[in-house]
């Protein structure tokens, strides 16, 4: 727009007002944006769109409202300009901003203001429109918080929900939930301008909506799932590396009578039955008091016998999807599980002698970067193993299992993070499956306490002892020594490392 120079200069007009200048006007265009955003931003967000979004709040109560006030600032500050000018100058000639349409020129002039205007305030909606949809992507949620939720996101691309938005699982839909998710988004987004957030993250258990309202979505809490046979290759610490091999069939059943028998695993999440828990910290890994409800209303609590007293109410949670699948979109491998895996994968040649071991001890030494981490373990093995193309690529396979699961400068692995299937690295389902709780602290025991309530082992060891598998179960052969009757849980010795010394 060329500022319209009038075809005589009109003598100064005392009465002309102080806001017809051009700063001013530009600063009202700015303004009207800025309302019109908002305003579409709001109607995005009364339609529920911002139910799958925090970061809209961020949208409509901060960003639009900041280019209302900028406009806003504009009109008063081109005000205050020419209102100095005037003082200094008042013989100068003052723009004119009358519009007659009998001009063609006016005429003209009003045409390409109009067409400019409109085209800023597309130019604004479809900005914000396009700001909303990505914050809503993961690309945002993973990526601009990159330093703090880099962990996550990685150990995210690596899930089996890899292809489901982190919103899904974080925010769901619901409008109370929205609302909770919106401070939340806006009070994290702060908190990272300014750096002022935990490290590692704290677990959001708390402000995470029920599983009922995310994992059920996608999962029908119904479906009976039977049993699923999975195998676990395992590598000893011995210069030979040796494989021992445990092939479990888990009894994962189902919870629901009209689908398949209740029973198994699953049973936790019978509709009927409520099973209820207090933890004595923040990471829930101490269980001390368990409470089951049946459908007829009987109440059976489960406790440690050093646990006196009741838990506060409002500390006891229902178990939930999440109780168990704690880390279903970013699971962070213990140095033993990382290195077994990439052993398995044929990653790391099982011919570079004790290779298990150094790798596992390398990786389970503190690091103050990622960086650093890596490139320390890269030179200790190539001290060992030299540079044989073999011994490179394993070596390059144990920095990269490094990357993938440690990440010193957020304070995220494994052991920050723990796991809740299984009882190997963590406590996990001993944390109410050991023998430790029982009826008032004394009396009947916990079930599913035994080996084989809850898989059964079908096969265990090496290649000879793998092939013949027994359907009903065979004893578990601790592979190195006996642990029987130490009382001890398996997570007590196998603390990411499982070595004997
Ligand atoms: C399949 C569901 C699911 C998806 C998808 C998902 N998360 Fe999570 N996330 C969880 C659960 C469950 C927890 C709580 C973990 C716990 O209690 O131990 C969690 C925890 C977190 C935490 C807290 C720190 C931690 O590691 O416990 C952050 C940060 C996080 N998620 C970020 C993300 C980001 C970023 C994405 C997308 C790239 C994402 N999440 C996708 C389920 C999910
Ligand atoms: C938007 C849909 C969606 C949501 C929400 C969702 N999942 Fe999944 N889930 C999937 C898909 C897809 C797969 C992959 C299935 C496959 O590859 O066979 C999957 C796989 C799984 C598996 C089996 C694979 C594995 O990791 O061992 C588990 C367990 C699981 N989900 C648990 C959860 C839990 C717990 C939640 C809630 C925190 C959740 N899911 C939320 C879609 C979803
Ligand atoms: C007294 C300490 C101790 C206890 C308790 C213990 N383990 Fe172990 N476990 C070890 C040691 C030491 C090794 C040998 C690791 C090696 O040589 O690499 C090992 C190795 C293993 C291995 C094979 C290799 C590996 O590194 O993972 C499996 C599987 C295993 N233990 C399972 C269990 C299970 C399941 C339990 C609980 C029922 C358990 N352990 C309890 C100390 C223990
Ligand atoms: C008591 C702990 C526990 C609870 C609670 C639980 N699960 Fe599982 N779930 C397991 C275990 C253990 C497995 C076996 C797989 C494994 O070991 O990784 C499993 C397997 C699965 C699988 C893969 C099997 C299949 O059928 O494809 C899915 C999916 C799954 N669970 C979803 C859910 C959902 C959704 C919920 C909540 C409604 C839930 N689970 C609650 C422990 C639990
Ligand atoms: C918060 C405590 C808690 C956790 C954690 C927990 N359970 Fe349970 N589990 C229970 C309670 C309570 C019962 C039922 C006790 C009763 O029948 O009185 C139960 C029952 C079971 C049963 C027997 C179901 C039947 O057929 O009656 C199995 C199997 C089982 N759990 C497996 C697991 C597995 C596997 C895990 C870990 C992935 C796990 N549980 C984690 C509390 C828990
Ligand atoms: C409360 C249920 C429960 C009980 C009781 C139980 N387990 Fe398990 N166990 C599991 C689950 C669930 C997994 C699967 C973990 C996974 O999917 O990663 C598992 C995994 C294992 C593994 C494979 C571990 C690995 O990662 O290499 C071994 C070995 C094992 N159990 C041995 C035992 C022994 C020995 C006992 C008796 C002391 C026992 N379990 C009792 C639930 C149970």
Redesign the pocket.
Known sequence: MTEPIPPAPPPPDPASSIWRNWISLAGAIVAIGGLFSFLLLCALDLMGRGASNPYLGILTYVVAPAFLILGLVLVLGGAWLQRRHRRRRPDAPRPHLAIDLSRPRDRRMLFWFTLGTMTFLLVSALGSYQTFVYTESNQFCGEVCHAVMGPEYAAYHRSAHAKVACVECHVGSGASWYLKAKVNGTHQLLDVITGKFDRPIAVPVKSMRPARDTCEQCHWPEKYSGSIERS?T?????PKNTP?T?RLLINVGGGSAEHGPVGGIHWHMNVSNKVEYFASDAQRQVIPWIRVTAADGTATVYRTADFKGEPDPAQVRRMDCIDCHNRPAHRYASP?DAI?EAMDLGRVDLKLPGI??AAVDLMTKAYATQAEGEASIGRALAVRYGTAPAAVASIAAVQAAYAANFFPEMKADWSKFPDNIG??DSAGCFRCHDSKHSVGGLGRRMPASD?NSCHTILA?GQSADLAKAAPAGIV?K????D?DG?G???????NGK???N
């Open positions: 676990f395992r590598y000893l610490s011995d021992y445990v033993n077994d298990k071991r009882h190997l080996c265990q578990f601790h592979p190195s020594s642990i130490l001890l849980l398996c997570s007590d010795c196998h499982n070595q004997e």
